[in-house]
């Protein structure tokens, strides 16, 4: 693995913490479909493993990168802020333009009767996986094993409970189990794409370090206030959701600063 150029790091990280979610659908092969309350309590795991990734695998390792190139103390925060509010903005963005159905809110975004409704869901779940892919992939390309290491095993983590959730949704909504499964497993393929974007920007151009770890921390957060909290808290568990991202932020957390 030493021996691998940081972009070919970027797309394996990301092909394997994407793979997770076609592990974490499995028990619906098997009719094995957890609760409620268990499923919010591990996308609150998901949100939990996101947000600490977020500011301490991404936006801390940004400043770091930005503040070797100016003297003026102000200008790497500058940077960071402005790149994590184009992050956000880019997914709202893509959240607002493309065609897509969430699970409980029904279609949002253009008309787009041509589109079958599978492909409608894939669409909403690509917007949500292609950051995490592009936050693997800045990882890899910035740091190496060391940088992107901790981002891919958290992501990954957090892609299984997100790949159940996907298709117990889509098992609610008449799809047979098999192809639910493989909608979701499909779902995580789009992260190897972002992680080789992500690792192929910062490895070709250093100065863009500090804005490209900061944009996919935008992205990143963006998904976790607008779609995976909101959705752990319709169903009156916040409580567990809650626990769960409690869980899922210390673990983060010491993974990044253990493999780190």
Known sequence: MENLSPI????????????LTAVGAVPVLFGRIPSR????LSLGFAAGVMLAASFFSLIIPALDA???MFENGAM??????????????????????LPHE????????????????VWLFIIVITIHNFP????????????????????????GLQNAPEGLAVAVSLLGEGYPKLRAWGIAA??????????LLGAGIITLSEPLLPWGLAFAAGAMLYVISHEIIPE?????????????????????????VWLG
């Not at 790497?76 to 333009?97: F, Q, R, T």
């Open 8 to 19: 070919m790091l970027g797309f394996l990280g990301s092909l394997a913490a994407g793979s």
């Open 37 to 40: 309350a268990t499923r919010d």
């Open 66 to 68: 930005a503040e070797p």
């Open 76 to 97: 790497p925060a500058a940077i960071v802020c402005v790149s994590i509010l184009l992050g956000m903005g880019a997914v709202a963005l893509m959240n607002e333009k």
């Open 102 to 117: 969430h699970f409980k809110t029904g279609r949002e975004g253009p008309e787009a009767a041509s589109l079958r409704r």
């Open 132 to 155: 995490e892919g592009l936050a693997v992939g800045v990882g890899f390309g910035s740091g190496g094993m060391e940088g992107g290491l901790p981002l891919a095993i958290g992501i």
């Open 186 to 195: 499909l779902t995580g393929m789009i992260e190897p794409i972002g992680g």
């Open 232 to 256: 752990t808290h319709r169903s009156g568990h916040q409580n567990r959701a809650t626990l769960g991202l409690a869980v899922g932020l210390v673990l983060m957390l010491f993974l990044d």
